[in-house]
């Protein structure tokens, strides 16, 4: 049984841009002006994320053309380098990434729904720190798992019934984001005044640490621009949606987000705003008057609803493509006979995210999130290189490749220097995450090994130097896409 190719350009672009603009537009810019107090430092910071963002994407994509089929990264990490490398991407993708940013998305819509109603609800039951991270048990946790559980269950109806809903909250947050900057500019109560005293760009060494320091939630905030290569396998006419998704997305958010970080930047002095975690509704105070919050407050958790909902369709996608290759629990390939949908590996999803509500700072996850991801995603950066090594080609043209992909991966590195210097707990935490999935790899492997000689007593062949093949079974090697020589 076989996942259906049932999305369209639109219904891949919605999810792209759902998955991409969650609670980081909101939230971050605060955390920003924390390590930069400079407003046109900030405003680089999303400038530069977001050609950082396409170039990442058009670098996914291309591979995601060759092979167009569900899991992402995990399945052209193990046709560029070998089984181990690939679940270690897709065990950082259940452990950390798609599990956390559910999770941090679930806390954020909790703390933003219950300002709406009293803010006293958001209290705390129980509270503990561990290896420099805080966890809890609140109302905050309690609300944010139930919503998890709520899109949990729509995603069990089948991927057709998921992007309907999808569809409905892209829509109105599209719609959303274009009232607020239409409205910003002819209505809102912005100063250019508050960037005129900062100089434009750093002069000096010191001043480049703090934008890449301030570079850092930003990359967070643009994740999901390689969303739509977990479920490559269920878009149609791949080889050219793919693509198209990710270039009408990627620029659509790049240009959103700078539109909207200007407003926010210039609504109030800086220091107003540094270290402010609901800066857009406190921004939005500034700008249209304290009458509007209410309203803001809501499109936000409307937001974080769509977010949520985004993410819970591409992880489970990534541990149903690691079952089907025999390297997690053989349960998590498994697809409903009448939905088509990975049900048990949304059931461990959900029951593995509920963790990470238990971390009570966002920001904390947010870095854990951002480390843990630019790991892997500057050595999935490098695969489509690897490819055409091997002859793999197709007709997929990323503008000013391959250079576009190496000067990711360059910044990549810098952004997770800055990183392990400036937050040390989050960033060992992320590479511990990485580490712990090798003696995980060796145990599932001799599993397998196991299986297979208990059930025809001939053992495991030879793995070939690019390993076995992630492709669905009795799918031949892309054609359409590139031949082999």
Known sequence: MKLRR??????????????????????????ILTQTSNPNWALLCWILGGLLAIAGAMSYAKSASIFP???????????????????????????????????????????????????????YFFESKFLGITFSLGVAQILGISTILFFSIVNFFGIGFASRIQNFFTTFKI?????????????????????????????????????????????????????????????????????KSV?????????????????????????????????????????????????????????????????????????????RDGFFFPSMAKLHSKYHSPYKSLIFQFLYACLF????????????????TLLLATITAYTPVIFEKRHLKNEFKIPGYPYSTYLYILSNILIIGTLLYNKSAEALWGFGFTLFSVPLYYYFKLSKKSKQISIDTISEPELEPGGLSLLPENEPIPVGSGDRA
């Open 69 to 123: 089929y569900a899991g992402g990264d995990y399945v052209y990490l193990k046709e560029a380098y070998s089984p181990i490398v690939a679940f270690s991407s897709g065990w950082l993708s259940l452990s950390v990434n798609f599990s956390a940013s559910i999770s941090l998305s679930a806390i954020a819509f909790s703390k933003s729904f219950l300002t709406l109603f009293n803010p006293s609800w958001d209290i």
């Open 6 to 31: 049932s999305l369209n350009l639109y219904d891949s672009i919605s999810l792209m841009f759902s998955s991409m603009v969650g609670p980081g537009i909101f939230i971050t810019t605060g955390y």
């Open 357 to 372: 509500c238990f971390v009570k700072e966002i920001e904390s996850l947010l870095y854990l999130i951002t480390c843990s």
């Open 175 to 243: 719609l959303g984001l274009v009232a607020f900057v239409g409205l910003g500019f002819t209505i809102g109560n912005y100063n250019i005044q508050n960037f005129e005293s900062f100089p434009l760009i750093p002069s000096d060494l010191h001043g480049w640490n703090l934008l890449l320091a301030g570079a850092i939630p930003v990359t967070f905030s643009y994740l999901g621009w390689n969303m739509i290569t977990y479920v490559a396998e269920e878009v149609k006419d791949p080889e050219k949606n793919i693509y």
């Open 247 to 323: 270039i009408v997305s990627c620029i659509l958010v790049t240009f959103l987000y700078v539109l909207i970080n200007f407003l926010y930047l210039s609504s109030a002095p800086v220091q107003l705003l540094a270290g402010d975690e609901k800066i857009g509704v406190t921004a939005s105070g500034f700008l249209f008057g304290k009458g509007v919050n209410i309203l803001i407050t809501a499109f936000i958790c409307w937001v974080f609803l769509g977010g949520i909902s985004a993410y819970i369709i591409g992880g489970s996608r990534i541990y149903f493509a690691m079952a």
